[in-house]
Every structure is written in C-alpha cells, then in structure tokens.
C-alpha cells in the first residue's frame, strides 16, 4: 500500500515565522503535490514536482515555496507566514500527472497561524 | 473559466437508500473523472476513475456515471450505511493535465 506520511497533524506558528511542512511518500512516485483546503473552496492546488529539483506553480502559489531534493520527499516552505495561511494542507503523490492517475493522499496538517 | 460544482448543500438519507451525489463542470474537457472520500480531519481516499469513453462504472455499492454532453458526472451510493457519512470529491483534469477538485458533498446516513 502506497503511504504519504505528512510531518505534523498540528501545528500552531505565530505570524511572521518560516514555517515547514514536510512530506514523504514511500512508492517511489515521480510526482508530488502540496495542495491547501478551505471550507466550501475544496482542495486547491499550490505546487506540485514532478522529479526530484523540479516543481511548477499551481492556482496559489504566492506566499509558499517549495522543495524537493529526494524523490520520496517533498516539503512545503512558508516564508513568513500570515494568518491568512491558517488552512489545512494536504500532500499527495501519484506515479503520473493527468487524470488517468489517482492521487495518494497523506492525513494532512492543520495549520494555525496567530 | 473552468468551474466545478458539486452539490451545494448537504445530503442527508435514511440508512438502506440511495444517495445521488452531482458534480457538474463548465470550461473542461476531461478524459478522466475522479472521486474521493474524505472523513474528517483525514486526506481524501481514492474511490473511483471513469473515463469520457465510459458512461458507466461500478465498484461494489458505488456507481459512477459520465456525461461528456450535460458536462456531469453523478455518483450513487446504493444501500447506504451509517459508514458511509464523509464527504465526496469529484475531481477532473484541467487543462494542463493537474487534477481539479470540487469543493465536496457531505453526506450523512441516519441509521
């Protein structure tokens, strides 16, 4: 079975701190995905890699930066965070990118920024 | 620009029907269509894939349909149980191949 582990469940940041979300999956997937969930905005997309020192902006990638120098590993940055980053996030990996590919997801980190 | 709405309000059924969820879509042209659980506080957990060519899938008490016409996908639970109270994401490819996500339908089945 495909495991996404993420690093915390919770975590409680004050504002303006550098904040790391890590991510590590163990199926040996080219592709990985750091996506944030709000209520009633779904699941929305904030990078994704698709090889080890690769990755492409998604829908909101402002305020986050990500890396990925292991395939198995994928972290998410926030650079000074703002209380505006209080959201759930969700890491995924899939062997491929499209439709045609499921995503795995982790338990997720719930993020609280004061 | 590209939309996907799912039902807006909660569903709540007795246990033993049939739960009728939507997932409509407007600006994508999808050849996959996706959909997901997610419980509380947990990651949302692959159900079903369904292909434009296909108009029907099924997998055990699920059943999934796709109408590349009506820009719709409709997912039935059949038999409900209590154990199937989660929420329900559809979720379809954009245009530059990532997976979109609707915002989900919550379903609760009384027993």
């Known amino acids: 079975d495909v495991k996404v582990t993420q690093s915390s469940r919770y975590l409680v940041k004050r504002t303006g701190e550098k904040v790391f979300l890590e991510c590590v999956q163990d199926m040996d997937h080219e592709n990985m995905f750091w996506y944030r969930q709000d209520p009633g905005l779904g699941l929305r997309l904030i990078y994704f890699s698709y090889d080890v020192k690769m990755k492409e902006k998604g829908d909101i990638p402002e305020g986050y930066s990500v890396s990925r120098e292991k395939k198995e590993r994928f972290s998410l940055i926030l650079e000074s965070a703002s209380t505006n980053q209080t959201s759930m996030y969700l890491c995924?990996?899939?062997?491929?990118?499209?439709?045609?590919?499921?995503?795995?997801f982790g338990p997720g980190t719930r993020l609280t920024v004061t | 620009s590209q939309k996907i709405e799912q039902n807006s309000e909660a569903l709540n059924i007795q246990e033993g029907k049939t739960a009728t969820l939507t997932c409509n879509y407007t600006?994508?042209?999808?050849?996959?269509l996706q959909w997901y659980r997610q419980d509380p506080g947990r990651g949302p957990v692959f159900l079903l894939l369904i292909r434009e060519n296909e108009k029907e899938k099924r997998k055990e008490r699920l059943k999934v349909t796709f109408d590349t016409t009506l820009k719709q996908s409709l997912f039935h639970i059949t038999a409900s149980q209590p154990a199937d109270s989660a929420t329900y994401l559809c979720?379809?490819?954009?245009?530059?191949?990532?997976?979109?996500f609707g915002a989900g339908t919550t379903v609760t089945v009384r027993a």
């Open positions: 600006n994508y042209s999808p050849a996959y």
């Open positions: 995924a990996s899939s062997p491929g990118t499209g439709g045609k590919y499921e995503q795995y």
């Open positions: 979720a379809l490819e954009s245009n530059d191949y990532k997976l979109s």
